[in-house]
Nanobody, 127 residues
Framework: QVQLVESGGGLVQAGESLRLSCVGSRRALQNYIVGWFRQAPGQEREFVAGISRGGGNTLHADSVKGRFAISRDNSKSTAYLQMNSLKPEDTAVYYC????????????????????WGQGTQVTVSA
């Protein structure tokens, strides 16, 4: 079991950047696929990006390709979401999620596949 804590959210203007962090407890994140999801008010939670255990496989939603990049540093039990060229429509609560997997499994975009979730961090992008 792993506990996840996100940080790095905030209020920025359109075109600016933020980097979100997700720290896994007990240095256990290396055993998990990690995904980032977001949920805007009145909307369903949507997949943003995912990364395999070793970081060799990543998956990004079409809406963020070329602007966002997921990465991880297993020595720090931390995953990141670098968000560039932010747009007002990126405004949402961003959640980190994890699911235990063997080394070769690629990340997927289904929220139901993930067993552990953080509390979320708010990202607000003003026009």
């Amino acid at each position: 079991q792993v506990q996840l804590v996100e940080s790095g959210g905030g209020l920025v203007q359109a075109g600016e950047s933020l980097r979100l962090s997700c720290v896994g407890s007990r240095r256990a994140l290396q055993n998990y696929i990690v995904g980032w999801f977001r949920q805007a008010p009145g909307q369903e939670r949507e997949f943003v990006a995912g990364i395999s255990r070793g970081g060799g496989n990543t998956l990004h939603a079409d809406s963020v390709k070329g602007r966002f990049a997921i990465s991880r540093d297993n020595s720090k039990s931390t995953a990141y979401l670098q968000m560039n060229s932010l747009k007002p429509e990126d405004t949402a609560v961003y959640y980190c999620a994890a699911r235990r997997a063997i080394q070769s499994v690629s990340p997927d975009s289904q929220a139901g596949s993930y067993d552990y979730w953080g509390q979320g961090t708010q990202v607000t992008v003003s026009a």
